[in-house]
């Protein structure tokens, strides 16, 4: 993964020469006050900030690169970015490439964590400090192997996870089970850079998907975010695109407001982009992209999720191309309006 990263770079740079992709030219320019929420000690590469129902903020650490014997961990943070204790994650092949994203809270106020090395997901009892394995993610025949990037609640209590490298959208049956394919789509399969973050929209029954690329060559390495509608019974429908990216923008997580707009971080430049409902570019932060220069002591360095926090989004500075350690950090950025309650459903539980 670290050398397919290492190749955006100098894609980007032609991305940049090429100019703002179709239809974002009219995206007025916008400050957002940025400064750093919190560093990440070693082993460093947070991905997705999680504000957990008890309105702590949690963050694990991801892309450990081969041959780092350094088991992940997660970190716990107040509201204002105070560090109040982490976690060492045991059971992981520190032989492989290794980390914990920290996906959801479940209905019994456990940590849904999803670990890479061996494609499985665990919860974390924060009373206990219990690590347990609920599920592993299948290697399906065919390219790609198993890794589980974001997962979310959806109708019936049942947790539904993206797969960075199947282009499958999984899920787990209420209180826990072996996961089954729930949707497997070629508009998931990424050209080395596959499915990312999952939100459910309770009010239109549907999930929101976002994907870095996809394996079509007329696509021509841009992302999308989709909707996908679910209908009676679970049935998935049909992916819906609501918005396309510039080419290797690489869309990140994300997370909604209360307005419906979309806040959407991308790795490949180094930015936020603020979408309204149906998908129309409203704004792009830091403008001008690759620099990552957002006003704080730490620029955006392969910015990974949105996550609202109030007013505020949390940014999991990433650094997955250069890894950068002095750029693993949380950043935190006003951008004037409150995020929509993410859904725990009472039933959204494993075993």
Do not use: C
Not at 82 to 110: C, E, I
Not at 245 to 250: E, H, K, R, T
Not at 316 to 345: D, K, M, R, W, Y
């Amino acid at each position: 993964m670290r050398r397919a990263l290492a190749a955006v770079v100098a894609l980007t740079a032609l991305v940049v020469l090429a100019g703002p992709a179709a239809g974002e030219r009219s995206a007025p320019a916008v400050t957002w006050p940025t400064r750093v929420f919190s560093t990440v000690a070693k082993p460093g590469f947070p991905a997705y900030v999680h504000v957990a129902p008890n309105g702590r903020v949690y963050a694990a650490t991801y892309s450990n690169p081969v041959g780092d014997s350094m088991a992940s961990r997660v970190f716990e943070w107040t509201a204002d970015g105070t560090l109040l204790r982490f976690w060492t994650v045991p059971g992981q092949d520190l032989g492989a490439p290794h980390g914990v994203q920290v996906a959801a809270s479940d209905a019994r106020g456990r940590l849904v964590l999803l670990e890479k090395s061996r494609a499985q997901v665990l919860t974390l009892n924060l009373r206990t400090g219990r690590f347990k394995v609920q599920a592993t993610i299948p290697d399906l025949p065919g390219p790609g192997h198993p890794i589980p990037n974001y997962a979310a609640w959806g109708p019936g209590g049942r947790l539904y996870l993206t797969d960075y490298g199947q282009g499958v959208v999984w899920r787990l049956p209420a209180k826990g089970g072996e996961p089954t394919p729930w949707l497997r789509s070629k508009a998931l399969v990424g050209a080395g850079f596959g499915t990312t973050g999952i939100v459910y929209e309770r009010s239109r029954r549907s999930f929101l998907i976002s994907q870095q690329t996809t394996a079509d060559p007329l696509d021509l390495l841009r992302g999308h975010l989709y909707r996908l509608p679910v209908a009676a019974g679970g049935v998935p429908g049909a992916l819906e695109t609501v918005w396309t990216s510039g080419p290797l923008d690489l869309p990140d997580g994300f997370g909604v407001a209360q307005s419906g707009n979309v806040y959407v971080a991308l790795l490949g430049t180094n930015q936020l982009v603020k979408l309204g409902p149906d998908g129309t570019v409203l704004a792009k932060f830091p403008p001008g992209p690759v620099h990552g220069a957002n006003g704080s002591a730490i620029p955006f360095d392969s910015p990974s999720n949105a996550t609202f926090l109030g007013t505020r989004v949390l940014v999991a500075n990433q650094s997955a191309i250069f890894g950068t350690a002095a750029h693993h950090a949380v950043l935190e950025v006003e951008v004037g309006e409150p995020g929509a309650p993410v859904f725990i459903p009472r039933r959204a539980r494993l075993r």
